[in-house]
């Protein structure tokens, strides 16, 4: 009997163990909800890859209007772009001139003008800000390291990319279509890979020469999110973000376990 008892005492202390759930709270109760979004530069651009539009075309510039209206339903109070933090006086005042005269027609515009600017304007955002920071770094060090550890995986990495561009092409495909390409989160992941991540595949024995690089994009991207951390919100805010697409998926990573922010599906205001 005494044997019988221990087992079924046994049995129910394994069930608890197994029923057992574990709950963490990661958000806390005034969690600021932020609109993530990635988009491709619309103007001149120092980056190594760029997609090819035309900013003046008046088409063009219709189709930015109609994301914009469909962005602005998020409502939000305050503009993240991509801009250093010390233009942030003469980028509001460029800003609030457009507010006030949306047909005003920028030199060089791109995507913080002619994108950016309309979802403020919208949403009757009333604050805009620049979050960048600059630190360059060797994306081509491969070149650099001729004895490599690994032979193979960059170069197999780059086929898959080769493969997925095929399978989702970026040119010759609607405006729209193509700024849902670029917020899908695998096509975010992929960029994160090609920027940063598959440097640390390129090493000499015992050294870390793509890491070593890799580590200066990610601290790029890490002050970025501290430039954004010493923006004052409260809970009554709502932050829209756009950047580049690289930029954006380390965000993604970022506000995703701060318990600051809240974020927002992009998708669904892509519909």
Known sequence: MKILTSIIILSFFSLSLTAQKFEFKD???????????????????????????DEHNLNNQNEVKKLAKMLAKFKPTIIIIEDLPKNDSVRNIDYLNYVKNPDTKFKNPDERELLAYEVGRL??????????YKESY???????????????TTGDYWNLIEENEKINPETGIPFQQLFKLNNQPKYLESLININADILTYVSSKGKS?????AAKFYHRNLVMFSNLNQIQVDKNDRIFILMGGT????FMDFLRRSPKYLLENTLNYLK
Not at 123 to 132: A, E, F, L, P
Not at 247 to 250: E, L, N, P, S
């Open 27 to 53: 958000k806390f109760d005034n969690a600021v909800p932020v609109l993530n979004v990635a988009t491709f530069h619309m103007g001149e651009t120092s980056d190594a890859t760029s997609t090819e539009f």
């Open 123 to 132: 949403s009757g955002t009333k604050k805009i800000y620049g979050i960048d």
């Open 138 to 152: 060797n994306y081509r060090v491969e070149r650099l390291v001729p004895q490599k550890v690994d032979k193979k």
């Open 209 to 213: 020469e793509g890491a070593d690089e």
């Open 247 to 250: 930029h954006t998926a380390f």
